[in-house]
């Protein structure tokens, strides 16, 4: 039930495509979803975030949807670029608190 | 904003030594951190909580005697690693999150390598 199961496990795009990950989660007492871009031997960064309430968020090229009956989300990558290559991790937490994360999805963006 | 750093960024270590780990946040006061255990090509498995000026929770599986966690101020958060053996070496990752917020800001990591 704490499980969040990510998908999937790697992405091959073509620069200037669309890159979407998913993930699932069981836990209805998760308020608080974000979404972390992390480079290899660097720490996660926080990319963008949504809470229950909202069923689609856009920041700049990154967009979450989610789907509250349905327990999932994901985030999706407009006009995706060699730089974007990276791995990402999709979390959920209660409010801020015992975050659990998905497994990572690495994503690798041709040239 | 919200600048969280580690230091140091890499360790090597002979097994049976302690090492520690600070994690500081830079602009904001961290009312909690939070301690994450990363292995290669793996997720991020939380290893404990701490609030400034209290005791750490510890996840089901983390030695709290083998990882100690100091919490003395809103600013810094220290992990030692005692008597560590190879098989703790790792990536550690503090995070830190501002009083009354649910983001979690992370610091670069420590590489830690136990020969």
């Known amino acids: 039930q704490q499980q969040v199961k990510q998908s999937p496990q790697s992405l091959i795009v073509q620069k200037g495509g669309i890159s979407i990950i998913n993930c699932a989660y069981e836990?209805?007492?998760?308020?608080?979803f974000p979404w972390y871009q992390q480079f290899p031997g660097k720490g996660p960064a926080l990319l963008i975030a949504?809470?229950?309430?909202?069923s689609e968020k856009k920041e700049g090229r990154f967009t979450i949807s989610f789907n509250k009956s349905a327990k999932q989300f994901s985030l999706h990558i407009m006009d995706s670029q060699p730089g974007d290559s990276a791995t990402y991790f999709c979390a959920a937490s209660i409010g801020g608190f015992k975050t659990i994360f998905g497994a990572g999805t690495r994503l690798f963006v041709k040239a | 904003g919200a600048v969280v750093s580690q230091h140091p960024s890499w360790v090597i270590c002979k097994s049976g030594t302690s090492v520690k780990i600070e994690c500081r946040s830079l602009d904001f006061q961290a009312t909690t951190m939070f301690w994450y255990r990363q292995f290669p090509k793996q997720s991020l498995m939380l290893m404990a909580t701490?609030?400034?000026?209290?005791?750490?929770?510890?996840e089901q599986g983390v030695e709290k005697d083998k990882f100690l966690i100091n919490h003395a101020s809103l600013t810094l958060s220290t992990l030692t690693v005692t008597s560590a053996h190879p098989e703790d070496s790792s990536f550690y990752i503090c995070?830190?999150?501002?009083?009354?917020?649910?983001?979690?800001?992370f610091g670069p990591g420590t590489r830690l390598l136990v020969l």
């Open positions: 949504i809470r229950p309430d909202v």
């Open positions: 995070s830190a999150i501002a009083g009354g917020g649910e983001t979690q800001y």
């Open positions: 836990n209805t007492a998760f308020d608080y």
């Open positions: 701490s609030n400034e000026g209290s005791k750490a929770t510890y």
